[in-house]
Each structure stands twice: as C-alpha cells, then as structure tokens.
C-alpha cells in the first residue's frame, strides 16, 4: 500500500510540473504590441521660438526624433515604458522625473529638448490612439496595437490640437 501512495504522489508531481510549464508558456504569450513615433515639427517650423540656442543642432529638420517604431512588451506596460524602450533602442537621449503629486513620470526632455526651450508653455506631450490622456505616462497601460505620438508643444498643445 505505501508504494501505491508514492507512486500515486509522483504522478502528481509529474501533472503539477507540466501545469507550471503550461503556465510559464501563457505567460509568455501575454504581451501587446503597440508603436510609439516622437516629433517636434511644431518647433522645427518655429525655430524664432528657441528659448534656449544650444538645441538648435538637435532640432531634425523633418521634425521627426523618432519615425514610427513597433514594439511587443509584456501585458501592463505603460506608455512611458515604451517610450523609454523606442529611445535606448534608438540611441535617442530622454530624461524624466518621478512626481509624487501625480504618481507618475513627467518626461522633461527626449532628443535633448526640454519643456520651456521654446517658451513657457512648450514641452512634450503625448496622445494614444489620437486622444491626449488627462494622466500622466507612466500611469497609462497599454493595450494592443495602441498608438504612442509624442509631440512637442510651443504653446500648450493648442497647436497639437488640444
């Protein structure tokens, strides 16, 4: 009788095995996959509103810092995931910073472009499949095939649109 139990317990061990591996394979498929596209097109057509000189030569003449780019990330990731990801692929410089009042990353420069060097009211902002959120990046999860543009504003977004 005691080796039927322990034959019986093996097998257990056996099907629980092949249930983490069967868990482990779903947790792989569970991913999105999204795109992200980065311009200042309102900048580069408005250079006479530099703040700040030095950027000049950061400036693409198209506008475009990064042209439309596909990802697949894990299920969860937030907007600022991606675009963190689409610039260390790319090579392209981005800083950010964590707000506590908002609980979430405010992206301060991408391209070595900042808020503010193009006035008070510019700095970057980001739509999803067309719409501005009212949130902040790193607080926007993903779904599939969603739509990351950042864009520079020179005045606010109302040139974006918003």
């Known amino acids: 009788e005691k080796k039927e139990k322990k034959s019986t317990k093996s097998k257990k061990k056996k ?3 092949k249930k983490k591996v069967k868990t482990k394979k779903k947790e792989k498929e569970e991913t999105v996959t999204v795109s992200v ?13 530099l703040t700040n000189e030095s950027i000049r030569k950061y400036i693409p003449s198209s506008g475009v810092i990064i042209s439309k780019s596909t990802y697949t990330l894990k299920k969860g990731s937030s907007a600022y995931d991606l675009t963190y990801k689409a610039c260390r ?9 964590y707000s506590a009042v908002y ?3 405010y992206v301060e420069g991408i391209g070595y472009i900042y808020e503010m060097d193009a006035g008070p009211d510019s700095g970057w902002m980001y739509r999803v499949n067309g719409a501005f959120p009212d949130y902040g990046c790193s607080g926007y999860t993903l779904n599939d095939k969603d739509s990351v543009v950042w864009s520079y504003t020179c005045n606010g977004g109302k040139d974006l649109g918003k």
């Open 103 to 105: 609980d979430t990353r």
């Open 37 to 49: 596209y980065i311009e200042c097109k309102k900048l580069s057509g408005n250079m006479d509103k």
């Open 89 to 97: 692929d790319k090579g392209v410089h981005i800083e950010s910073s």
């Open 15 to 17: 099907s629980g095995s």
